[in-house]
């Protein structure tokens, strides 16, 4: 019953900035590093940027790393990826992830189309 819903994607102009949720359930939250992935229309899904269970660690691609920034609310079970001056190439439908014993869930996804 893990579930994982992403919102605030939308069409912004090139250089705008969104910031992406997603709220999680069905599992324990705080015991799990969380994930953000991307996958651009016949590109495969790519990791944007992931975070560690108490925040102290975090990883982003480098095609992203000054731009966006990852984080997570323990108590409100979310998690957020801020994205500041967007480019076209981050036009993605972007999802929340989370591995629990080897197994991938994912949310619905979210789409960030950037465009001028």
């Known amino acids: 019953q893990v579930q994982l819903v992403e919102y605030g994607g939308g069409l912004v102009q090139p250089g705008g900035s969104l910031r992406l949720s997603c709220a999680a359930s069905g599992f324990m939250f705080s015991t799990y590093a969380m994930n953000w992935y991307r996958q651009a229309p016949g590109k495969e899904r790519e990791l944007v940027a992931g975070?560690?269970?108490?925040?102290?660690?975090?990883n982003y691609a480098d095609s992203v790393k000054g731009r966006f920034t990852i984080s997570r609310d323990n108590v409100k079970k979310t998690v957020y990826l801020q994205m500041n001056s967007l480019k076209p190439e981050d036009t993605a439908v972007y999802y929340c992830?989370?591995?629990?014993?080897?197994?991938?869930?994912w949310g619905q996804g979210t789409q960030v189309t950037v465009s001028s």
């Open positions: 992830n989370v591995r629990i014993l080897s197994q991938p869930y």
């Open positions: 975070i560690t269970r108490t925040s102290d660690n975090t």
